[in-house]
Nanobody
Framework: VQLVESGGGLVQAGGSLRLSCAASGGSLQYYSIGWFRQAPGKEREGVSWISRSTGSTYYADSVKGRFTISRDNAKNTISLRMNSLKPEDTAVYYC?????????????????????WGQGTQVTVSP
């Protein structure tokens, strides 16, 4: 499956963005999908993921209550709605896919557990 992210941009603190992850070569309903981000000089970190089997969602503590992940199987896309954005949310955001699913939510935030990655989209939040 090939993944392409879109929707990044420049926004002021407190603003919102909606990222999309579009897939080709496979149906995303069969994949668990994670969103990750990487800021300059930092390791890639998990932000959120949605299970292929149950549709359950999981969020990193840093974004809980502000970000929402969702599926649109008809459009074969996964979205990440980001509200109340902070300067520390500035990073390149990636979506990733795997055929696996886990009962332990933290597993889905580990980049090494994913097999397919998009190229990333830049999100910049100004103070």
């Amino acid at each position: 499956v090939q993944l392409v992210e879109s929707g990044g941009g420049l926004v002021q603190a407190g603003g919102s963005l909606r990222l999309s992850c579009a897939a080709s070569g496979g149906s995303l309903q069969y994949y668990s999908i994670g969103w990750f981000r990487q800021a300059p000089g930092k390791e890639r970190e998990g932000v959120s993921w949605i299970s292929r089997s149950t549709g359950s969602t999981y969020y990193a503590d840093s974004v809980k209550g502000r970000f929402t992940i969702s599926r649109d199987n008809a459009k074969n896309t996964i979205s990440l709605r980001m509200n109340s954005l902070k300067p520390e949310d500035t990073a390149v955001y990636y979506c990733a896919a795997t055929l696996n699913a886990w009962d332990y939510g933290m597993f889905g935030l580990e980049p090494a557990r994913y097999d397919y990655w998009g190229q990333g989209t830049q999100v910049t939040v100004s103070p």
